[in-house]
C-alpha cells in the first residue's frame, strides 16, 4: 500500500512558477514509476510527466516540455513537479500517482493516487 500527499499548489500570475511536491509512504517508493496528471474542469484527467522508479528515464506530454521538469528524491520518498512560465491554460487540480509496471501513461496504468492540489495560473 503506498499513500500519497501532494503539496505546492497555489494561485500564479501568467508565467510564474510552482514546484508540486508528493510524499509517499512506504519502503518500496523507489520501485514505482511515479506520474503527475492534471484535470481542468469539465475535462479528462491527462499526463503531464513521468518518471521511472531510478530517475533515469522521464516522459512529458508535449504541451508542458521545455516548461516542466519531474524529478525524484527516493531518499525522502518525494517527487516533484518544477513548473516554470506557467500558462492560464494549465490551470487544473494536479494528481501525484504511482504505478508498480509503467506500461501506459493512461490513468488506469497507476495504482495509487494522492488526494490533488489545486493550481491556478492567472492572466
Known amino acids: 500500500q503506498v499513500q500519497l500527499v501532494e503539496s505546492g499548489g497555489g494561485l500564479v500570475q501568467a508565467g510564474g512558477s510552482l514546484r508540486l511536491s508528493c510524499a509517499a509512504s512506504g519502503r518500496t517508493f523507489s520501485r514505482y514509476a511515479m506520474g503527475w496528471f492534471r484535470q481542468a474542469p469539465g475535462k479528462e484527467r491527462d499526463i503531464v510527466a513521468v518518471?521511472?522508479?531510478?530517475?533515469?528515464?522521464?516522459y512529458y506530454a508535449d504541451s508542458v516540455k521545455g516548461r516542466f521538469t519531474i524529478s525524484r528524491d527516493n531518499d525522502k520518498n518525494t517527487v516533484y513537479l518544477q513548473m516554470n512560465s506557467l500558462k492560464p491554460e494549465d490551470t487544473a487540480i494536479y494528481y501525484c500517482?504511482?504505478?508498480?509496471?509503467?506500461?501506459?501513461?493512461?490513468?488506469?496504468?497507476?495504482?495509487?493516487w494522492g488526494q490533488g492540489t489545486q493550481v491556478t495560473v492567472s492572466s
Open positions: 500517482a504511482a504505478a508498480w509496471r509503467l506500461v501506459k501513461t493512461t490513468p488506469n496504468n497507476f495504482d495509487y
Open positions: 518518471i521511472r522508479g531510478s530517475g533515469g528515464s522521464t
